[in-house]
């Protein structure tokens, strides 16, 4: 659940859960995708009929005629197709795994002192011995907040206390809860901090004990009786020191160590404080800068991350002597991209970059495991396992943690330049027996959870959806519960940091709901899906469109007969014989082939209607009227779709907002002839909004229904708790133009088909914003899907949710009506002009190159199954309409069949829903 304030909202039907939605189960050590999971029910179906094993040829499945190898304009058009299974960058499950799936959120601001108007973060948690009561860190507020989860399914903010400067981490004992405190306020060269000993029971302050620098760390034995805190005095980055650059080491005073006795009252603890300078593997060891400590399962040593001079420590606590120190060493990771120029390009490399660790965590008592941030000179996108005693490397994640993000969709290109997804949280502990890393992505909003019960060889079991910046990672192995607590808050961006809890027992992770297929070995890029269509000769096939986040525009080919849906093929837009950069926010599969797609641009004037062939190559731009083009601001296009008239196409498009020659609240449909060359249009009724600072109602997405109706998204610009209207309405489809500029807007009436907040809550995440595609396949499944905007200043989760059959979603299809207006003659725009185009090409994807390792970079434990690449002209080209096409609504035969289905499938249905009623949290 998202733990969240009353709200308004729509009048909310029943969501009709999916029905007959296929997972692929394959043979033990190979890729399997996963089952959806709701909080009452899991379930689990076959690929192709098969379960237990892969189609003996899954590449013989029908291919997409859209995404058909085929000759076009004289150039050989090549695509690679994935097989039926999930690339090597997501886990394989293996027998009686059990999964994480995430049952609560709550908005750290709800604990601040004033929710209303303060920001707050939680940065580190820790939590009460009975696991009721968690405790996390609000350095924005200064203070140390409190969430009750005595009920996980519902936890309460309870508020928190002021400690007198930025709390950096913490650590609750039986009876009190231990604070480590900045106080230093940008004095580099005097820091200073304090433990804040407050009672566990009401946060009553105990006792302040100074430090003499600025902590960063704090982790205590099993038994309570001993402390360590990280003294970290970190560098000034704006500082030059003498005969170095700016931001260098040495920077004085170094940092230590303290360990604090806590068997006496809290009165008389006393900080001892442990030097770390000369030792030996630092870089500039006359300073050095501790920045995480991990105290050993066995309660006999602690270890040390010294991130800046890319070291690791190992400290005795019974004789407060220094056992072991070493370098973290350097890795040479490929296939990675490191240039912010939004475009995800696996093909760069890095050679001999310090790993500079954040994070440390025991794994038994002779490994630790390191999140390779990276802080000054570093940071290698992974993760690694070192020998405790030695420091050599007995596994490193290479690439694989930024191609995890890839595949989820939540890659941060506009971190390709600096450090990519950014390990920097990471937890070691056992839930069940089995021995877990977890490792937070701190730009990417992801937690990967391994099985290392081979330290030498991590398994990734599955990836965990989490808001901006997850550092913060806490088990309670007793309650069956994974905390997160998040750090990233701009509460002017609508970022808003969180605590988030994950329950273990599921029998397939409920995320993702998409992602992508490998290629080459490596994930196919996508994100900031903006736009859905589906393609009525296929049952289980959408195509999607990213937005300006990324360029070239691209066209994606999503398989949705397993689960997750499956991205596994992708077009770069051209026009002109060049790679595109559009800012594409709708598509439309067309019956001959190619599609109708629309770009919004920067001004009202930029906004086009594209038709484009079947290798994604522009071939005709159509503006919008040069009146209603001029009365636009930055929103305009958000959907198009096509109708197979008996006399051509028709091209219906939706406007985000209203036109400034229109009225408030009424938006325009559009309505372009192709044979006639000509625009009309209809008004559409927008909900009132809210009235909050920045809201806004508008369209986001229109697709043609099987029933003969034209279907809307239409959201409010409101996220998480806020959040309240995204839903799909209809209008009927008219059978006539509609108004020329300058006549009176026919205004259509809408009917709610459905109301998809619901299922953008199911994930007990951060409702997301950006519902902004809408498609049926021609199985007759509607899906909608959120847009994440590139990872940027978003939480970056992608949902895509089925909102069920067409049939139950839209009804039975009808014959179109007139709208009841006297019919206005539509006034012809100037001709579209055919765009030249030289042979169109599709960019191909680059190999990455193998660079040299210096350490082991073994990848966690998944066979991946490599699609190979089809040959242009190897898959026969599926063209032109079915025989079955229905006049005026492009709708083939096969839509009744799946209709039919969808209606026998109705009882059970009912009955699932009752039963989600029932048990659900």
């Known amino acids: 659940m998202l733990v969240e304030q009353p709200r308004r909202g729509v009048s909310r039907p029943t969501v009709t859960d999916r029905a007959g939605r296929r997972v692929l189960t394959v043979e033990a050590g190979v890729p399997r995708a996963f089952a959806r999971r709701t909080p009452a029910r899991a379930a689990a179906f076959t690929c192709g009929g098969q379960r237990g094993r892969v189609p003996s040829n899954p590449l013989r499945r029908p291919v997409p005629r859209h995404f058909a190898p085929r000759r076009t304009a004289g150039a050989a058009f090549t695509l690679v197709l994935a097989s039926c299974t999930l690339g090597a960058a997501l886990p394989a499950a293996a027998a009686g795994d059990s999964f994480f799936t995430r049952i609560a959120t709550v908005p750290a601001y709800l604990n601040a002192a004033d929710p209303a108007v303060d920001s707050a973060v939680a940065e580190i948690s820790s939590a009460s011995p009975d696991g009721r009561l968690v405790y996390s860190t609000d350095s924005a507020g200064q203070r140390i907040n409190v969430l009750d989860i005595s009920d996980p399914d519902a936890p309460k903010p ?11 981490s913490v650590y609750a004992t039986g009876e009190y809860v231990l604070a480590v405190v900045d106080t230093s306020d940008g004095d580099f060269a005097n820091p200073s901090g304090h433990v804040s000993v407050l009672h566990a029971s009401d946060l009553a302050p105990v006792a302040t004990i100074e430090l003499g620098g600025q902590p960063d760390s704090i982790d205590v034995t099993t038994a309570g009786d001993l402390a360590v805190i990280a003294i970290e005095n970190q560098r000034d980055e704006e500082f030059t020191p003498e005969g170095a650059e700016e931001g260098d080491l040495p920077q004085a005073p170094a940092g230590e160590l303290v360990v604090m006795d806590l ?15 000369g030792l030996a593997g630092l870089d500039t060891p006359s300073d050095p800068e501790p920045e995480y400590v991990s105290i050993n399962p066995a309660d006999t040593a602690v270890a040390v991350t010294l991130q800046e001079n890319n070291a690791v420590a190992i400290l005795d606590l019974a004789t407060r002597t220094v056992t072991a120190s070493y370098s973290a060493g350097t890795a040479s990771v490929s296939g990675i991209d490191t240039l912010d120029d939004d475009r995800i390009a696996l093909t760069d ?3 001999d970059v310090p790993r500079e660790p954040d994070a440390i965590g025991w794994v038994g008592d002779d490994h630790v495991a390191i999140a ?10 992974g993760w690694s396992i070192l020998d405790a005693a030695s420091g050599s490397v007995v596994w490193d994640a290479g690439s694989t943690f930024d191609h995890l993000a890839v595949s989820l969709g939540l890659y941060p290109d506009k971190r390709s330049d600096a450090k990519g997804s950014e390990p920097e949280g990471l937890l070691s502990a056992t839930f069940d027996g089995v021995p877990y890393v977890f490792v937070g992505a701190e730009r990417a909003n992801f937690v990967a959870v391994y099985d290392v019960s081979d330290p030498t060889a991590p398994r990734l079991v599955q990836a965990l959806p989490s808001t901006p910046g997850p550092e913060g990672l806490l088990a309670l192995p007793e309650r069956d519960l ?78 949705t007969s397993v689960v997750p849906a499956l991205v596994d093929a992708s077009l770069t837009v051209t026009e002109a014989g060049e790679p595109a950069a559009l800012d594409l926010e709708g598509i439309a599969a067309r019956e001959d082939g190619g599609f109708w797609a629309v770009t919004e641009g920067a001004t009202g004037p930029e906004n086009a209607l594209l038709r484009l062939d079947a290798s994604a190559a522009v071939l005709e731009r159509i503006a919008l009227p040069a009146e209603l083009g001029d009365a636009l601001g930055s929103q305009g296009f958000e959907g198009v779709t096509v109708e197979a008239g008996a006399d051509g196409e028709i091209v219906w498009t939706a406007l985000q907002r209203e036109a400034s020659i229109d009225a408030d609240g009424i ?9 006639a060359g000509s625009w009309s249009f209809f008004g559409y009724p927008l909900e009132a909004p809210s009235g909050a600072e920045g809201d806004w109602n508008g369209l986001s997405e229109i697709t043609l229904t099987p029933a003969g109706t034209l279907a809307v998204i239409e959201r409010d610009k409101r996220n998480g708790p806020d959040a309240a209207l995204k839903a799909v309405y209809t209008v009927p489809l008219p059978t006539g133009p509609g108004a020329a500029l300058g006549e009176e807007l026919p205004v259509l009436e809408k009917t709610l088909a459905v109301d998809v907040l619901p299922a953008l809550e199911a994930g007990n995440g951060w409702t997301q914003e950006k519902l902004e595609g809408l498609g049926v396949t021609g199985a007759g499944e509607v899906f909608a899907v959120t847009d994440n905007d590139g990872v940027d200043d978003a939480n970056g989760e992608t949902v895509l949710a089925s909102l069920g059959s067409a049939v139950d979603v839209f009804g039975a299809a009808v014959t179109p009506t007139p709208v009841p207006t006297t019919e206005p003659t539509a006034v012809p725009t100037a001709v579209p002009t055919a765009v030249p185009t030289a042979e169109p090409t599709v960019a ?19 066979q991946p199954i490599v699609a190979p690449t089809h040959p242009a002209g190897a898959v026969p080209p599926r063209t032109g309409a079915g025989s079955g096409s229905l006049a005026s609504t492009g709708v083939e035969t096969g839509w009744l069949s799946a209709a039919a289905l969808s209606l026998l499938a109705g009882g059970a249905l009912v009955l699932g829903l009752a039963r989600r009623r029932r048990t659900a949290r």
């Open 482 to 559: 994974l905390v997160v607590s998040s750090e990233t808050d701009d509460a002017e961006a609508a970022v808003r940091a969180s605590v988030q809890l994950y329950a273990l027992g599921a029998s397939a992770p409920a995320f993702p709901t998409i992602a992508s297929a490998d290629v080459d070995g490596s994930p196919l890029p996508w994100g900031a899906l903006s736009g859905l269509s589906g393609d009525s000769a296929a049952a289980d096939r959408l195509y999607a469109v990213s937005d300006s986040a990324y360029a070239p525009s691209t066209v994606y080919s999503v398989d």
């Open 263 to 277: 068997t006496a009252d809290p009165s008389a603890w006393v900080a001892e404080h442990i030097a770390l300078t």
């Open 372 to 381: 390779n941030e990276g802080d000054w000179k570093g940071g290698t996108r």
């Open 158 to 168: 309870l508020g928190g206390v002021g400690v007198g400067g930025e709390p950096t």
């Open 349 to 351: 490399s890095i050679t």
């Open 667 to 675: 938006v325009r449909l559009g309505r372009y002839d192709v044979a």
């Open 844 to 862: 191909p994807t680059a190999q990455p190159t193998a660079g040299p390792t210096a350490e082991p970079t073994t990848a966690p434990t998944a």
